[in-house]
């Protein structure tokens, strides 16, 4: 079982969007697959059309499997389950923070619906906390997206020093350039430059800045569903082949 996390210490830069689809991709290629929304906003829960579960006594939802495994519901997608927003969430990088010395829950509780799932992939809100922390632990790869922006690029240097800071393995993230612009040479040169000074670590697929990833919301569907060979649909599917590719272990 591999767990993907996507994430980022910046809000709006296609988390949601990248797991989303990610997830449906990956379903659609054989894996069977758990979206975890994390984010209390649940956007991905949105967008597969799940409502969020119903408020669970925090403190013992990640130790409680039977909850755990209660609380997901399929998808419209065949191999696709997701594991609905739950407004606790918000409380559980503070439960974490109470459990120092128990880090490994999440992962306990994940290796836990293991055998159900090849791939689990989890939507995570925007900042660096207990949650994170735990997060880059279990994840055997975390996707991060970067708009090849000045902004982006330092947030995610900023990013790469936090894990050099924790004793986090740097090989674990995996960045690729999202909602990029080529036709704006800000977006190009960006590019360049990071892919030059963080070598090996971009990903070659690159996810285009594309009305059809907008128009999720309206549809409430991944995009594949519905654009699958327009240049985004193109493009997850690509990112999906070269995460799977990267050896994800
Ligand atoms: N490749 C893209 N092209 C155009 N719009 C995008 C793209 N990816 C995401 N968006 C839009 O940008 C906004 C933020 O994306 P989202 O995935 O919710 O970011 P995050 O989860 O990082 O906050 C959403 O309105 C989404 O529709
Ligand atoms: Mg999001």
Redesign the pocket.
């Known amino acids: 079982m591999e767990v993907i996390a996507c994430y ?1 210490n ?10 989303v689809n990610l997830a449906h991709a990956l379903a659609e290629g054989g894996k069977r697959v758990l979206l975890c929304d994390l ?1 209390p906003q649940g ?1 991905s829960s949105f967008y597969f059309r799940v409502k969020p579960s119903k408020k669970l006594d925090e403190a013992r939802f990640f130790e409680d499997v039977a909850r755990f495994t209660k609380a997901i519901r399929a998808s419209d997608f065949e191999r696709l389950d997701i594991l609905p927003a739950n407004m606790s969430f918000r409380d559980f990088d503070v439960f974490l923070a109470r459990m120092r010395n128990k880090r490994s829950r999440l992962k306990k509780a994940l290796s836990a619906v293991g055998n159900d799932y090849d791939v689990i992939v989890l ?1 995570c809100p ?1 900042n660096i906390s207990a949650l994170s922390e735990n997060v880059f632990k279990a994840a055997n790869r975390i996707i991060v ?1 970067v708009i090849p922006t000045t902004l982006s690029a330092r947030t995610f240097e900023q990013l790469v020093e936090f894990f050099d800071e924790h004793g986090l393995r740097r090989r674990k993230l995996a960045p690729f350039f ?2 990029v612009e080529t036709r704006k040479s800000l977006h190009t040169d960006t590019m360049k430059e990071m892919r030059a000074r963080y070598r090996k670590l971009f990903l070659e697929s690159t ?5 059809d ?2 128009r ?2 309206l549809k409430r569907a991944p995009v594949r569903s519905y654009a699958a060979k327009k240049p ?1 649909g193109r493009a997850y599917a690509a990112l999906y082949k070269e995460v799977l590719g990267s050896g994800v272990k």
């Open positions: 980022s910046k809000g709006g830069v296609g988390k949601t969007a990248t797991s984010d956007a939507d925007p997206p999202s909602m996810i285009p800045f594309s009305a990833v907008e999720m919301g985004a």
